[in-house]
C-alpha cells in the first residue's frame, strides 16, 4: 500500500513569506500528526488532526497552523516565515488517535527560509 | 526542561559490537515509549513499550521499560554499517482530551564504522 506522502519535498522560500506543505496519510488512517525537526531541538509535536478537528496542539505560535480534509489529507500553513523555520517537517499518520506505535511517517518536506 | 533525554548524543563503533542506547523520561501521565530509526527522513518504528519488564525484541534489536527508574534501554547486538541511524526515543501521554502527540528525546547519532 502507498506509504505517507508528503509535498513537495523540499521548498525555499524568504522570511515574511507564507508556506502551505501538504501530507496524504495511508488510505484508511484518519489521523495526521505533524511534527518539526531541526538539529537543535530535535522532533516536535505540532498538532494532530482527527476527522477534520484539531485534536491536540503543540507549543508552536499561532502562525502555524493546519487543517484536514474530508478525505484526511492534511495541510499545514506557516505564515510570516522566520528564519528560525527552516526545518524538516514531518507528518505522520495512523489509523485511529493516540496510537503512536501506528505512526508511519512521511518523508518530510524540508523548509528553508532565507 | 526537556522531557525525554537521550544518551549518548552520538556514538561511533565497529561493526560486530553491541550497543545500548539510553533514553530517560519525566512526563505526568505516561501512557507508552516508542523506538523509532531514522536513517534518511522518514523516522521508522522499532518498539512500543507499555509495560515494564517486558522485553521486546526484533532480531538484533531489543527494548525494555522501567517504568519506576523512567527509563527504557535499547540494545543491538552484532551490529552493522546498516545500524547506522539516528535512533529516535519518544514518550506518549495521556491528556484529558485523549491522547496527546508524541514528545520527542533529541535522538542518538549512531555510526558504524567497518
Known amino acids: 500500500k502507498a506509504g505517507v506522502t508528503q509535498t513537495p519535498r523540499y521548498l525555499i522560500k524568504t522570511r515574511g513569506q507564507q508556506v502551505t506543505l501538504s501530507c496524504s496519510p495511508i488510505s484508511g488512517h484518519r489521523s495526521v500528526s505533524w511534527y518539526q525537526q531541526t538539529p537543535g531541538q530535535g522532533l516536535q509535536f505540532l498538532f494532530e488532526y482527527f476527522s477534520e478537528t484539531q485534536r491536540n496542539k503543540g507549543n508552536f505560535p499561532g502562525r502555524f497552523s493546519g487543517r484536514q480534509f474530508s478525505n484526511s489529507r492534511s495541510e499545514m500553513n506557516v505564515s510570516t516565515l522566520e528564519l528560525g523555520d527552516s526545518a524538516l517537517y514531518l507528518c505522520?499518520?495512523?489509523?485511529?488517535?493516540?496510537?503512536?506505535?501506528?505512526?508511519?511517517f512521511g518523508s518530510g518536506t524540508r523548509l528553508t527560509v532565507v | 526542561e526537556d522531557k525525554v533525554v537521550q544518551s549518548p548524543l552520538s556514538l561511533v563503533v565497529h561493526e560486530g559490537d553491541t550497543v545500548t542506547l539510553n533514553c530517560s523520561y519525566e512526563?505526568?501521565?505516561?501512557?507508552?515509549l516508542l523506538w523509532y530509526k531514522q536513517e534518511k527522513k522518514a523516522p521508522t518504528f522499532l518498539f512500543m513499550l507499555?509495560?515494564?519488564?517486558i522485553e521486546k525484541k526484533s532480531g538484533r534489536l531489543s527494548s525494555i521499560l522501567d517504568k519506576k527508574e523512567l527509563f527504557s534501554i535499547l540494545n543491538i547486538t552484532a551490529t552493522q554499517t546498516g545500524d547506522s541511524a539516528i535512533y529516535l526515543c519518544a514518550v506518549g501521554e495521556m491528556s484529558g482530551g485523549g491522547a496527546d502527540g508524541l514528545t520527542f528525546g533529541k535522538g542518538t547519532h549512531l555510526i558504524i564504522q567497518p
Open positions: 512526563v505526568t501521565n505516561f501512557r507508552s
Open positions: 505522520a499518520s495512523s489509523r485511529d488517535r493516540g496510537r503512536g506505535y501506528g505512526y508511519t
Open positions: 507499555t509495560s515494564s519488564g
